[in-house]
């Protein structure tokens, strides 16, 4: 169930799997050699599908930022497996057409005046259409939201990442 495009759900209510909003998990791991190969070969025998992912490394340590089909198994393996994590909202929609999509969605926080901390591509496409989709991490989650739906676009949930 994604929102937008005329969508007037109330972002009020208590967070469920059609809240606009999107789990990032934030591992923590020793910048060895294999750490990466360790956390993906977690998911390799599940059906939970990575469907994001960057690294954020220094000389000691890295992080690795993903977004998982399935947060809630997600979590299981990372407490089974004993790894450090944390989890942050990400707002993940759908690129709009046209030639610069990124600076169209940059406009839009601007005029806003919301900071975009960070943002990535998704390794699928989302939703029933199969979109090209962006995650972003931004300083007023709310208000980005509330922003973004505003001017049309199109957010995705949870949900969109199971089917």
Same mark, same amino acid.
């Not at 937008?4 to 791991?29: H, I, K, Y």
């Not at 294999?34 to 960057?54: H, N, P, Y």
């Given at each position: 169930?994604?929102?937008?495009?005329?969508?007037?759900?109330?972002?009020?209510?208590?967070?469920?799997?059609?809240?606009?909003?999107?789990?990032?998990?934030?591992?923590?791991?020793?910048?060895?050699?294999?750490?990466?190969?360790?956390?993906?070969?977690?998911?390799?025998?599940?059906?939970?599908?990575?469907?994001?992912?960057?690294?954020?490394?220094?000389?000691?340590?890295?992080?690795?930022?993903? !977004?998982?089909?399935?947060?809630?198994?997600? #979590?299981?393996?990372? &407490?089974?497996?004993?790894?450090? %994590? /944390? @989890?942050? +909202? =990400?707002?993940?929609?759908?690129?709009?057409n046209g030639r610069q999509p990124l600076a169209t969605i940059c406009k839009a926080l601007l005029a806003a005046e919301i900071s975009i901390?960070?943002?990535?591509?998704?390794?699928?496409?989302?939703?029933?259409?199969?979109?090209?989709?962006?995650?972003?991490? !931004?300083?007023?989650?709310?208000?980005?939201? #509330?922003?973004?739906? &505003?001017?049309?676009?199109?957010? %995705? /949930? @949870?949900? +969109? =990442?199971?089917?």
């Amino acid at each position: 169930m994604s929102l937008g495009e005329g969508a007037s759900d109330d972002l009020a209510t208590a967070r469920g799997r059609d809240w606009p909003s999107v789990r990032q998990f934030n591992v923590f791991m020793a910048n060895r050699l294999g750490a990466l190969m360790d956390v993906v070969r977690r998911f390799e025998s599940t059906d939970i599908q990575i469907v994001s992912l960057t690294v954020v490394d220094s000389a000691d340590c890295a992080i690795i930022r993903m !977004v998982l089909s399935d947060p809630e198994r997600a #979590t299981e393996i990372f &407490e089974a497996a004993d790894m450090m %994590y /944390t @989890e942050t +909202d =990400l707002i993940v929609l759908k690129l709009p057409n046209g030639r610069q999509p990124l600076a169209t969605i940059c406009k839009a926080l601007l005029a806003a005046e919301i900071s975009i901390h960070y943002a990535y591509p998704l390794m699928i496409g989302v939703g029933p259409e199969g979109s090209t989709a962006l995650a972003i991490h !931004v300083d007023d989650h709310a208000t980005a939201v #509330t922003t973004l739906m &505003e001017k049309g676009f199109t957010l %995705y /949930t @949870e949900n +969109d =990442l199971l089917e």
